[in-house]
């Protein structure tokens, strides 16, 4: 099976108006939640070529979703090695589902800061974070 086979892009909506703006980015009817609550984290991404991740995990799946800025994301099947990228926008809202044995890393490629949301189906286990440098 391909990489991109195995990642599901999910599609959001994002409603604004004069007092800002709201999206849901885990609605509870995805496919694949667990009966848990695992964790809810925010990742930073301070500048141009910042880079956040750079692992993959033996049993966790994770939920991200670009609340602001852009990002490119790059990620690698561990089992054949296949490598895709993914450009993501916060003003196109995305959650993007990667699954255990997928690496994945999210590059800032500009100046402006990226906040990204991710949600764990599992709890922080240092073992099953497995560095791999997708970018250096």
């Known amino acids: 099976m391909k990489l991109e086979d195995k990642i599901e ?10 007092r800002g703006w ?10 694949g939640l667990p009966s848990h609550t695992g964790e809810i984290y925010l990742t930073f991404a301070s ?33 054949t090695e296949e490598i895709i990228t993914i450009d993501i926008c916060a003003e196109e809202p995305k959650t993007i589902v990667i699954p255990p044995n997928i690496a994945h890393a999210f590059y800032n490629p500009q100046e402006e800061p990226f906040l990204l949301l991710a949600y764990t189906d599992e709890l922080y286990d240092p073992i099953d974070t497995i560095p791999v440098a997708l970018y250096s």
């Open 22 to 31: 709201f999206m849901k980015v885990i609605d509870g009817h995805e496919k």
């Open 47 to 79: 500048g141009k070529a910042q880079v956040r991740g750079n692992h993959y995990h033996d049993k966790a799946k994770e939920w991200f979703t670009l609340l602001q800025g852009k990002a490119e994301l790059k990620l690698m099947d561990m089992d």
């Open 9 to 18: 892009i999910i599609e959001r909506k994002k409603l604004g108006d004069t």
